[in-house]
């Protein structure tokens, strides 16, 4: 981020179908036994607000509930990078304008 930055995005993780509301953090640094686990911590995580609340993230596995995006985005996929990118070649047009002396290039 910033001015003068070139980026190519090598990279995408998708979260389909959010909306804002309460659900189980996803991050495993929020697991919890009970709802006191889920007070002693800080009141934000990475995707939203903790609520306090010590919820079922699974089958087997209790997480801290959140008020945010839900799902949160899980962004621990294995999802391979862009290892073409190396190989690109990139052309950059760029263009300059001195209006006050009439020159443009």
Do not use: H
């Not at 953090?25 to 009970?34: H, Y």
């Not at 889920?38 to 089958?59: A, E, I, K, Q």
């Not at 995006?69 to 263009?95: G, Q």
């Amino acid at each position: 981020q910033g001015t003068s930055v070139f980026v190519v995005v090598t990279k995408q993780i998708l979260t389909e179908q959010q909306e804002q509301g309460l659900c189980p953090e996803s991050e495993a640094a929020f697991r919890c036994r009970s709802d006191r686990d889920c007070r002693d911590r800080s009141p934000s995580s990475g995707s939203g607000l903790l609520t306090g609340r010590c919820v079922p993230y699974n089958g087997t596995l209790r997480t801290c509930e959140i008020r945010g995006w839900c799902p949160p985005e899980v962004d621990t996929v294995d999802v391979p990078i862009m290892l073409e990118a190396e190989n690109f070649t990139l052309f950059i047009k760029n263009s300059i304008r001195f209006p006050l002396f009439g020159f443009e290039k």
